[in-house]
């Protein structure tokens, strides 16, 4: 429905002011990738110069609208310079109620590009301008922010503090489960997969999909908790459920495709290939994925895609392989400070043994410690 509204604004702001058709070309190409049906950079290119050459302020500028699209397509660079050009005119404006959803996108660009000491200290001031502002909906946000990068360096306490502030935010508000208690439930089962608890990652997920898909969002880069969902469910051996997830999730896709989601789905194929015993097949898969993030800067999710390819080597007894790339996924957790998934790699590397490849740290492996 906000589509087919969309598309009229733009048929009828021809005649009006530019400012008023900048948007509407912004909000009606922000809509179509949700429904997917491409990502139009050239509409937002056109929507932010004619916005650029009024003299309206910031406050409805389209980067508002471009720059979420642009994270959801994998053009990171692009969209975070876009929020860091608008921030400083927002504050030079005093549009201060417009800053906390720009915070909030950039704490989950800068987590997306690795950045995991500047998220946190831009969800701070998120979070903070979102209260400062009375805007509980945006705290919400900020807070689902925060926790995320929280629990990705392992500070769980922390994260789950968040996490209980926004889903009470979002009961009180009543937002629906994709935009408010959905965004916490992702990272719920985010905490629950690095703690070692797939089931309860299941709980936590398991409503997403349904919901999404009642709300007409047809784009992959929408179902990202798929990805976490899908391998906690490979994890407790619901692999006919896992299945049906991916499946739809690959449609989805192939519909419009977005270079993280497809490494991420080629990922949770790999998972379900390993699990019905298909090694070869699971390799080729993790070869696709790994082809999928050289086109786009999300380290977290390679390294991800690095642990299962290593797992899958070591079950086929190809240790020395094996070895190399989870050494590989073990230094990248390490230089993203994201311990729990660190923890993760060397428990995979204890069951080969051995020393860690040249260039890594002094540590010994936990089979060296234990001799």
């Known amino acids: 429905r906000a589509a087919h509204h969309a598309r009229n604004a733009v048929a009828l702001s021809s005649d009006v002011d530019p400012t008023e058709r900048a948007q509407a070309i912004a909000l009606e190409a922000h809509i179509a990738f949700m429904v997917g049906d491409g990502f139009r ?9 004619l916005y650029q050459d009024s003299e309206e302020g910031p406050e409805s500028h389209p980067a508002l609208l471009a720059a979420p699209t642009f994270v959801a397509a994998g053009e990171l660079e692009a969209a975070r310079a876009m929020l860091y050009e608008l921030r400083p005119a927002l504050e030079d404006w005093g549009v201060e109620y417009r800053l906390p959803f720009v915070l909030a996108m950039l704490v989950h660009i800068e987590i997306e590009l690795g950045n995991y000491a500047r998220a946190a200290e831009l969800a701070g001031e998120a979070v903070s301008t979102a209260r400062m502002t009375q805007q509980p909906s945006l705290l919400a946000m900020a807070l689902s922010e925060q926790a995320r990068v929280a629990a990705l360096r392992g500070d769980l306490v922390a994260a789950t503090r968040s996490i209980d502030e926004g889903l009470e935010l979002a009961r009180r508000s009543g937002t629906n489960a994709s935009g408010g208690a959905g965004v916490f439930a992702v990272v719920l089962g985010l905490i629950e997969l690095s703690r070692g608890e797939p089931a309860r990652a299941c709980e936590h997920l398991a409503p997403l999909f349904d919901h999404h898909v009642a709300q007409g969002f047809v784009a992959a880069s929408y179902f990202r908790f798929l990805g976490l969902e899908i391998e906690a469910l490979v994890a407790t051996g619901q692999l006919e459920q896992a299945g049906a997830r991916l499946e739809a999730w690959e449609e989805r896709c192939r519909i419009l495709p977005a270079p993280l989601p497809l490494a991420m789905a080629a990922r949770c194929r790999a998972l379900l290939e390993a699990a019905h015993a298909r090694p070869e097949r699971a390799l080729a898969s993790v070869a696709e994925a790994l082809e999928h993030h ?10 991800k895609t690095l642990l299962v390819k290593g797992a899958i080597e070591r079950r086929v007894n190809e240790r020395r392989a094996g070895r190399a790339t989870l050494n590989e996924a073990l230094e990248a957790f390490e230089r993203l400070g994201a311990p729990l998934w660190a923890a993760k790699a060397r428990e995979e590397l204890a069951r080969i043994g051995g020393r860690r490849t040249a260039g890594a740290t002094d540590r010994l492996t936990p089979t060296e410690e234990r001799v």
């Open 294 to 303: 050289a086109r786009v800067p999300v380290p977290f999710e390679r390294a």
């Open 41 to 49: 950079r050239s509409s937002f290119e056109r929507a932010i110069a």
